[in-house]
Nanobody, 123 residues
């Protein structure tokens, strides 16, 4: 089965940047839409970003538009999330996920999930 492992999380000051990585194994990720979701304490999991197989189309949640950028390197079987201008409200566990279907904003369409990486933004 396909497995996903996130990395790159950590503690950053308000206004800083982090780059998250999601490494896929077991299967190549190039045949999947790849997405990032996040979940903060006391809140539901929310959509952050997604990128289609061709990497020509991306999707973003309203709260991160203009600040986050999703990209993928199919040769490395890795997806990235560049996070700039981080805010306290971005503090959450960030999850990478893979979907064989074209429903990038819908969590139930993703069949494989990583275990998450913590991002903490301090003031």
């Amino acid at each position: 089965q396909m497995q996903l492992v996130e990395s790159g999380g950590g503690l950053v000051q308000d206004g800083g940047s982090l780059r998250l990585s999601c490494a896929a194994s077991g299967r190549t990720s190039r045949s999947y839409t790849m997405g990032w979701f996040r979940q903060a304490p006391g809140k539901e999991r929310e959509f952050v970003a997604a990128i289609v197989r061709s990497a020509s189309t991306t999707y973003y949640g309203d709260s991160v538009k203009g600040r986050f950028t999703i990209s993928r390197d199919n040769a490395k079987n890795t997806v990235y999330l560049q996070m700039n201008s981080l805010k306290f409200e971005d503090t959450a566990v960030y999850y990478c996920a893979a979907s064989p279907r074209y429903s990038p904003r819908v969590p139930t369409e993703y069949i494989t999930w990583g275990q998450g990486t913590q991002v903490t933004v301090s003031s």
